[in-house]
């Protein structure tokens, strides 16, 4: 049976638009106070004092999409309660 004769089958149904990113992009995370404590932690790792963070007006801060992963990656996992960062994120063009 090909997908036109299933029950409840649109034929309207779009494919998802595909779009390019680079791990370069500069995205804009909110951070959580879990988050603040995660990215303390790594600055101290690196043996750098932590900068102050920087947040705009709706509460993002702006980070390289590489950067993200790397401090916050570990803590991002089925399961964990308490977040370093909010799920939805932005990005800029």
Not at 8 to 33: R, Y
Not at 38 to 48: A, D, E, Q, S
Not at 63 to 85: A, K, Q, R, T
């Amino acid at each position: 049976m090909d997908q036109s004769e299933r029950v409840g089958f649109s034929e309207n149904i779009t494919k998802p638009e595909i779009l390019e990113q680079s791990l370069n992009d500069q995205v804009l995370v909110k951070i959580t106070q879990a988050g603040e404590k995660v990215r303390n932690k790594y600055f101290k790792k690196i043996g750098m004092e932590t900068p102050p963070l920087k947040r705009d007006e709706d509460g993002y801060t702006e980070m390289p999409l590489h950067e993200v992963c790397y401090i916050f990656g570990s803590e991002l996992y089925m399961g964990n309660v308490s977040l370093p960062i909010e799920m939805r994120f932005k990005i800029k063009k």
